[in-house]
Every structure is written in C-alpha cells, then in structure tokens.
C-alpha cells in the first residue's frame, strides 16, 4: 500500500489540472481582497468584515478543487485501468482502496487549509484584523471546518468508487459548490446544522452579527463567533461518523465491484 | 400533514416497492451496479429532510430510509427484500405518527420568546432608562408562551410581552400576517353597539354609536357614567387589547384607554349613562359580535388625517396648502443611495408655487406617519426651518472593545458621541408652518416633530402628543415572526435619551397646542365627518 500512495502522491505532483484548479481558487479570493477591499473599500475592509460577509464563499470555492482532487486521484486510474493492473499484480483490493483514499484525505485537507487560509492572511496583512472579532473563535471555527471537510471528502470518495468518472465527479462539485450557494439561504430549513456537510461548513463559517447606526448611518458592528459546545460537539461527532461510513460504503462497493 | 413530508412517505414507499422487485431482478441479471440503487431512499431522505427540515414524527420513516442500505452492503435476495418491507412498513408508520402528535411540524414558541429576550436583553438600548427587569419580565411571560397553543395566541403573548416596554420601537410581527383579524376579535372583546371616548374634562361620551342603541336613549355624545358596574376607565384595565397596546407616553394612553373598555364584559353588559334630560339612567346592552371593527373604526376617525396619497399635496382653503407625509420615505433609489434630491425638489417647487399664489400657511399632516428615515427629516426639516445650522441629534458613544454604548460611571448617563446637525434654507419664512400629529407619528416623525418645534413660525398640533419613540431599530427574525426594538442610541442637546420616555413613562416630546376633545369634537369628528384637529389648528395660527 505504501508504493501505491508514494505513486498517488508522484502521480498528483505531475497532475497540471490538479495545480491549474488549486491556483485558481486561490487567486479568486485574492481578486476579492483586492477589488473589494483595494478598489472598493479603499482598504477599509478588516478580516473581520470579509468572514462576516464573505466567510462562506470562501469555504465552497475550495470545494470544486477538492472533487477535482477526489476526480483525479480517485477515478483516474479507473480510466486508464491502472486499478485493475494493481489487482492484477498482487495488491488487495483494501490496498488499492486505502492506498488512494489515505493520501486522498490528507492532500485534500492539507489543500483545503491552505485555500482557506492564505486569504485570511493575506487579507490580516494587508487590511488588519479588526477590534471586534475574536481571533481565538475564529481559529477554533476554521479548525473545526476539517471534520466537515473530511466528511464531504469520504463522500465525493465514495462516488468516485461509484462513478469511476472523474469528469463526471467535477461536475458533481459544481453542483456541491451550488448547492452551498444556497444553503445559507431561506430555500433550506436545515441551513445551520451538521445535517449535512455543506449545513456544516455553513454553521462554522457564519456567526452572530448586529449593527447599530447613527443618524448619519455611521455603523457600528458586533460580532458573537463563539460556539456552544453541543455545536462542537455535533460537529465533530457526526462527521467522523459520516465520513466513516461513506468510507465503508465506498469500500464495500469497491470490495465486490467487478471493474470491467 | 406537510406536502414535503407527503411526497418524502409517498416516494420512499415507492423506492421500497421498487427495490424489493429489484432484489429478485438483480438474481437473475447480475451486476454490482444494483447495489447503488440500495441507497436511493437515504438520499431522497436527506434531501427533503434538508429542504423542509427535520421533524421528529418522521423518526420512522427516517429509519425506513436508511435500513434499505443493508442492500447496498449485502449482495443477498432475501437480505434486500427482508430490508424493502421493513423500509415500506416503517415509512407508512410514520404517518399515523405524524397525525397523532400535536407537536407536529409545530413552531416552538418558547424557543421563540427565548431567542428574542434573550436577544434583547443584550441589545436594548433603553433597559436601563426605563428600569427593565428582565428577570421578573422572564418569570411572567415565560409560562405565558409555555401555555401559547397557536400563532394567534402566540402574537397576543408578543403584543403583551412588547407593550410591557412603552416604546413604539417594541414590536413584533407575525410571518402568518392572516392572524392579525382573529387577534383583534380575541383581544378586543365583545361589541355592545358603542365605543367610548375620555373627553378632556374627565367625561366619558359614546361615539360611533349603533342605531339600534337609539331604543336606550344612547346616541353619540351620550355621557357614560359606569361600564358593566364600574368605571369605565377601570373597566378599560381589564380589557386584552389595553393590555396588548404600549402607548410610549401616559398622556397618550390616557387619551384613548376608554375606546378599550367598549369591548369589555359578558353576553350582556349594564351601561350607566345621563339621558337627554340630565337623569341618570341604565341599560342593559346585548352582544351583538367581535367588537373589533368598531374600535379600530373608532381610532380611526380620532386619529384620521388628510385623505390623499404620501406626499401629495392638498389645497385647504385660499391661504393653506397641506403636504401629506404617511411615512419618512420617498422611493427605493434614494433609500440606497441615501440622495433624496429629487424629493426636495419636489416639495421646493411646490412651495414656491404656492408662495407665488399668496398662501399663508403650509401644514405638514403627519398624522399616522410610520416614520422611516432621518435623510427625509432633513430634507423637510431644512426647506421649512429658519436659515442657518440646527442641532439635531446626538449619536451615542459607541465602545468598541466592549460592543455597546459608553456610560459614564459617575453619572450613570450615556456618553456623547457625534453631534448631527441640518442647514435650514428658510424657503417659507414669509408664512407659518403647521405639524400635525397623533400618537402613531412615530421615529422619524417623532424626529421631525421634535427638531421644528422651536421655530418661531412652528406650530405642531394634536389631540396628543406625537408617539414618543425615536432610537434606531434594530431586530431578530425568529420561526414565527420578526421581533423588533431600540437598539441604536440617540441623545439630545443634554446627554438625555432623544424622545423616548423613562421610567417615569414621559416622552421627550411635546406639542404647541393641544386640542381639546369635547362635545364639539365628538359631533364634528363622529356625526359630521369632519378634520376637526385641522380646523382647530388652522384657528390657531389665525
């Protein structure tokens, strides 16, 4: 299994689309911070005021780079039938699985933190932090994307098993990326919650915010990003156990798949 | 029951019917791709369950959805159609569930009253002013909505709730906005064929009276000595809508809270009244439905101002002209772009108009006004008042770090922040500026009222004072409605709140001359339909 991952891990440092992908999602929020904060706000745009507004939409451009990831690392060998050489040659099929959903996981929670958080540094260097928002409770949030983030990850896992298509499993992260375009908005009841791993992200990357004014609509803003333990809780419980399941299911898909 | 969770049952059933035949399909055409279709009814649940929301009666059929997956692992027939009929059995049962549970699908309205103390009590502006006690307001209202059992008993708890704060920035309205006629049958009472009125010297008259009461010897103006064996205005503390209404100024509520007691009583109520020749009298009023209508007629025909659209004007006699203001707006592109030019153009070149035809007196109706934003109190403010710069308001000094208002420790009052001023451009000086208002001329009306009063050709008229609430708003929109309140802080000239009333329930702001409520005014308003205050206003200027 070893050889297979150090292929894996070879094979994606060669892969142009996977870097072309990860280094457009990372120049999209770049272009955010400097049109809107640079040109827009004339650099009055503290992070604080970029994760209030902007914090979800940071979080699902990098998921279309992680099903590209999941497309390419998962689904590609199925295409060129390097899977079926690896059984062929002695490898388990727990081996061929593992050895690509383990670097799978990794790279992609690796990219994931990376894509996520670049920007936030790069926009505290330039514009600041703000006074109003606790650093401490942002970390805490953003750390705690992970486990949503591998729940979301042993998914597209699991439907690359299935699908064995990467294209078919980018365009799959499209609509995932869509579907957290609307999430946080009134069309989902369940919008706020570890019901999914897209609710999630949307949870953590949304807190409490309240604005007084002034009669010359001078602004004043509170930010609450602190956390109850129940959602740290719920966080982490049901997505270790999603995330597991999907793990199972896809490898007891692959187990018994005949892999034509 | 619900349609999503109609169609949720209806689909998963049908996904559980579908998968046992495919059991016995897949037998005899082999191929790993079956299994997929094992998990069809998790990802139906999953996203109807997103879409509408968990729901706990659907426990079931949420299990229903999940056990077919046992197809998915177990490549077996008996194995697949054991979890099929399972699936279809559990799925069905949740229906009975569903229907059974009162809690179903039901809005948790106690959760709703939490989040919204809770968030008010960390964001009201004026808790300390008005000497709020959070702790007993929670101990009295929380059993109330323990014991709410739907949204119109839940909009009476808000209504009582809110009105406990005397602050018409208090409110809440209801998502379901059908309920608001079955509240005012609920809350208002009973209907004997009368309303009353406190006239100013104490008295109590009948107004709007029914025909048929013609038989007792009531008609409009008929004074009222006793309601239902006490006085009316004791009879007034006992009706739901008194309670449900916070008027933000004593005076105010003093001069409506009879209108309440109209609705107040049994299937009949004893009414004691001075007949036509100055004897006391009694009678025994029956029923006759919902005395809702009546009151809000009734507050109407008090409160009612010039009949034309918002910002429109209406020429009263040969020397006054009236702009009507029904709110402090103009339209969406100068909301958002905060230029409201084009209105002060407007009203610019109408008032040169009328000053090139001789009139004398322009009267600012802001009877009813709702109030909106303070970029339009300028804009009247600084065509009407004298030329030169006037203080407005003052912003409160906001702390940062700690995320709300300053206090000065020594004094216990709020700390000035920025000091808001307008340039008057004085472009009717030659002649007398009336304003208009009632207890609904609320916020930015309340505003409008209170930085033009002090000029000298100003004169702000009423039968009461305008509303008495001036902070900014702010909110929380819970399951059942959206809940609002003050939490933007203005000050006055002193480092006193702006307007609104304290403990002593007294607003701020007050108004030149007050016209009485008599026997003149009952006929003018109730019998001849007329715009008594405008008269008594124009009479005063003259």
Sequence with gaps: MKNIIKSQLYQLRKERLVWIVFIGFLIIPMSNIFLEGEMVLMGDYPTQVMLSEMGMLFTIFPLMFLFTLVGIMCCGD??????????????????????RVIPCIIVGLICFTVLVSVPIIVNTAMHGWGTKLDVGEIVLRYTLMIFPIFRILCTAIFAAFIIKNPYILMALGYVTFAIGGISGSGMFEERMSPVLGMTNLNMLSTFESWATYGIEDDMNYIYDASLTAGQIASTIIVSLAAGAVFIYLGYVFFHTDDLN | MNYFDILFIALNTAAAAGLYFLAGYAVRVLSCKWRVCYIIPALICLVLMVLKGREISLLPAYIGALIPIAGFIKDNEKIRKSASIISAVLTVAAVPVCLLNDGYRAIDYVKDFKDGFNCMKKHYVLAEHKNVDWDSLYDEYLPQFKAVDDDVENYIAWLKFCAEFHDGHVGFAPDDTDIEDAVNERVFGNDYGLSL??????????????????????????????????????????????????????????????????????????????????????????????????????????????????????????????????????????????????????????????????????????????????????????????????????????????????????????????????????????????????????????????????????????????????????????????????????????????????????????????????????????????????????????
């Design chain 1, 78 to 99: 199925f295409m060129d039938k390097t899977s079926n050489y690896e059984l062929m040659t002695g490898h388990k099929r727990a081996e061929v699985y593992f050895g």
């Design chain 2, 197 to 542: 009125v406190t006239l100013s010297d104490g008295r109590i008259a009948a107004v709007n009276v029914d025909e048929t009461l013609a038989e007792y010897g009531i008609s409009t103006g008929t004074i009222i000595t006793e309601w239902d064996g006490t006085d009316p205005l004791e009879a007034a503390e006992k009706s739901e809508a008194f309670s449900a209404k916070g008027f933000a100024d004593r005076d105010n509520e003093a001069f409506y809270k009879a209108v309440f007691a109209a609705g107040t009583g049994g299937d009949s109520v004893t009414v004691g009244f001075i007949d036509e020749s100055g004897n006391e009298k009694e009678a025994v009023l029956p029923k006759l439905g919902f005395y809702a209508d009546r009151a809000e007629k009734t507050i109407e025909i008090l409160n009612g101002g010039v009949e034309t659209g918002h910002l429109m004007w209406v020429e009263i006699n040969e020397k006054t002209a009236c702009l009507r203001i029904k709110a402090m707006m103009f339209d969406s592109d100068s909301d958002k772009t905060g230029d409201f030019s084009k209105m002060k153009n407007g009203i610019i070149e109408k008032v040169d108009e009328y000053r090139a035809e001789n009139f004398e007196n322009i009267v600012l109706d802001l009877r009813d006004n709702v109030g909106g934003s303070s970029d339009v109190v300028k804009v009247i403010a600084e065509i009407f008042s004298p030329e030169g710069e006037h203080y407005y308001a003052t912003d409160g000094k906001w702390d940062d770090e700690a995320g709300c208002y300053l206090t000065d420790k020594a004094t216990g009052k709020f700390v000035e922040g920025k000091e808001n001023f307008y340039t008057g451009e004085n472009l009717w000086g030659h002649g007398k500026v009336i304003i208009l208002v009632n207890a609904n001329s609320v916020s930015a009306a309340d505003h409008l009222t209170m930085i033009m009063r002090g000029h000298e050709n100003v004169t702000v008229v009423g039968f009461t004072e305008p509303n008495g609430s001036a902070q900014g708003i702010g909110g929380i929109e819970l399951e059942s409605g959206q809940f609002i309140f003050s939490n933007a802080l203005l000050l006055d000239e002193n480092g006193d709140v702006f307007i609104d009333s304290g403990a002593n329930y007294e607003s701020g702001n007050d108004i030149d001359v007050r016209v009485l409520l008599d026997e003149a005014a009952v006929t003018a308003l109730f019998v001849n339909g007329e715009d008594y205050l405008m008269q008594k206003a124009l009479e005063a200027v003259e």
